[in-house]
Every structure is written in C-alpha cells, then in structure tokens.
C-alpha cells in the first residue's frame, strides 16, 4: 500500500512565523504535489515537483515555497505566515513510471492555524 | 479561474437513493477525468476515473457519465448507502508529456445519506 504522511495534523503559528510542512511518501514515486483545501474552493495546487530538485508553481504559489532534496520527501514553506494562510494542506504523490493516467495518492492533511 | 465547476455543494440523500454530482469543464485539453472521495478526517482517494474515449463508466453502485460535446460528466451513485457519506470531488487532468498528472479539482460536494 502506498503510504503518504505528513509531519503534523494540526498547527498553530503565529503572523510572521516561519512554517515548515514535511510529507514523506514511500513508495519511490517521482511526482509530488501540495494543495490547499478550503471550503467551498475545493483543492488548489500550490507548487508540484516532479523530480527530486525539480519544482513548479501550481495555481496560487504566492507566499509559498517548496523544497525537493530527497525523492521521498517534499516539503512546503510558508516564509511569513499570515492568517489567509489558515487552511488545510494536502500532500500527494505519483508515479509518473508506464502511466500517464496514474493516481494520485494523498496524505490525511495538515490543518494549519494562523493566529 | 475555476476551470472546473461542480455541483451541488451539498446533497442529502435517504439511503437507497440515487445521488447525482455534476461537473463541467472548460479546458478542451483535458482527458482524463477522475472522482475523488474524502472521508472526514483522511486525505481524497481516488473513486473512478474516466476517459473521453467512452461516455461511461460503471465500477459497482458509482457510474461516471461523459458527455464531451457538453464538456460536462457526473458522478452517479446507486444504492446509496450511510458509508457513501463523504466529500467527493470531480478533478480534471490533461496528459501531456508535460502535465505529470496534474490536477485541476471541483469545489467539492458534501453528501450525506440519511438511514
């Protein structure tokens, strides 16, 4: 089974802090993505990478920066948070091996406060 | 932009029922067309997903309806039962060499089946 996991479920930071959100997948895939979900909006892309170092901007990286060292984990950064930031934070990863349909298997989410 | 439109927002079905979620898109570029299901508390994971290349897909109680002129498909569910209670989302992805499997995603539909 594909695991996807995420460092912590919930958080609380305060405007201005610095945040890092860590997802860990384990099943060598290349593509990694990280979404935001709000009510009502559904799941934005935020940045995705596709290959270890690689990255890519989704539809709203305002704000956000993302770093890819090891092939199992992508991490999301907010370099000053604010509070249009509260939200939920989902990690996805895919094999981009055979497939060009393949899933996207998720992680349970980050629910980030901003204070 | 939202360039995938879903509705309702939120639907109460008693169970048994047929419960019905629409979608349309406006990019002609994408092809491939997958549901996700979120139960609270745990990450989407992929219902059903369809192709152009067919107008439906049956997997169980969940038929995904294609219609391409219309640029819109749906997401059926027979047999609705208190389990199917959750948050679906209809997502879109073209794939091209380029998209690694990127997801454009719906707002989402909040369903509850009632016993």
């Known amino acids: 089974d594909v695991k996807v996991t995420q460092s912590s479920r919930y958080l609380v930071k305060r405007t201005g802090e610095k945040v890092f959100l860590e997802c860990v997948q384990d099943?060598?895939?290349?593509?990694m993505f990280w979404y935001r979900q709000d009510p009502g909006l559904g799941l934005r892309l935020i940045y995705f990478?596709?290959?270890?170092?690689?990255?890519e901007k989704g539809d709203i990286p305002e704000g956000y920066s993302v770093s890819r060292e090891k092939k199992e984990r992508f991490s999301l950064i907010l370099e000053s948070a604010s509070t249009n930031q509260t939200s939920m934070y989902l990690c996805?990863?895919?094999?981009?091996?055979?497939?060009?349909?393949?899933?996207?298997?998720f992680g349970p989410g980050t629910r980030l406060t901003v204070l | 932009q939202q360039q995938v439109k879903q509705s309702p927002q939120s639907l109460i079905v008693q169970k048994g029922g047929i419960s019905i979620i629409n979608c349309a898109y406006e990019?002609?570029?994408?092809?491939?067309f997958p549901w996700y299901q979120q139960f609270p508390g745990k990450g989407p994971a992929l219902l059903i997903a369809?192709?152009?290349?067919?107008s439906e897909k049956k997997e169980g109680r969940f038929t995904i309806s294609f219609n391409k002129s219309a640029k819109q498909f749906s997401l059926h569910i027979m047999d609705s039962q208190p389990g199917d209670s959750a948050t679906y989302f209809c997502?879109?992805?073209?794939?091209?060499?380029?998209?690694?499997?990127?997801?454009?995603f719906g707002q989402g539909t909040i369903l509850t089946v009632h016993p």
């Open positions: 990019n002609t570029a994408f092809d491939y």
């Open positions: 369809i192709r152009p290349d067919v």
């Open positions: 996805a990863s895919r094999s981009s091996v055979r497939n060009s349909y393949n899933e996207q298997f």
């Open positions: 099943m060598d895939h290349e593509n």
């Open positions: 997502a879109a992805s073209g794939a091209g060499g380029t998209s690694y499997g990127k997801l454009t």
């Open positions: 990478s596709y290959d270890v170092k690689m990255k």
